[in-house]
């Protein structure tokens, strides 16, 4: 089994600053793909940002310039860098991790919302204008 803690979110203004952090425990190596989605109720998940075993990163367009994702596989764990807050970037924000990471027809950023098997119980990020 594969266990996810995410922490970090909470309520900032729009321009500042938060960073997300996700402790993977379990039956997990530093081959795993490891990503952000988020989601907001009664909408679709949206991948966020997505790092593979070689440090390969890819990031929703949205977030680009302004996320950034990084791994620490010495510490198991995963974060996420959030600068300059938009009040859209509000969610419940979500650690993911996936053995496979390719999905035929999917990039790892449109696979880690949908495909990736295992996540964590979310982490809220709220940002007001």
């Known amino acids: 089994q594969v266990q996810l803690v995410e922490s970090g979110g909470g309520s900032v203004q729009a321009g500042g600053s938060l960073r997300l952090s996700c402790v993977a425990s379990g039956d997990i190596d530093s081959t795993y793909y490891m990503g952000w989605f988020r989601q907001v109720v009664d909408y679709a998940r949206e991948g966020v940002a997505v790092?593979?075993?070689?440090?390969?990163?890819d990031y929703a367009d949205s977030v680009k310039g302004r996320f950034s994702i990084s791994r620490d596989n010495a510490k198991n764990t995963l974060y996420l860098q959030m600068n300059n807050l938009k009040p859209e970037d509000t969610a419940m924000y979500y650690c993911?991790?996936?053995?496979?990471?390719?999905?035929?027809?999917?990039?790892?950023?449109?696979?880690?919302?949908?495909?990736?098997?295992?996540w964590g119980q979310g982490t809220q990020v709220t940002v007001s204008s």
């Open positions: 993911a991790a996936d053995s496979v990471g390719k999905h035929p027809g999917m990039t790892p950023i449109q696979a880690v919302g949908v495909m990736f098997p295992h």
């Open positions: 790092i593979d075993s070689d440090g390969k990163i």
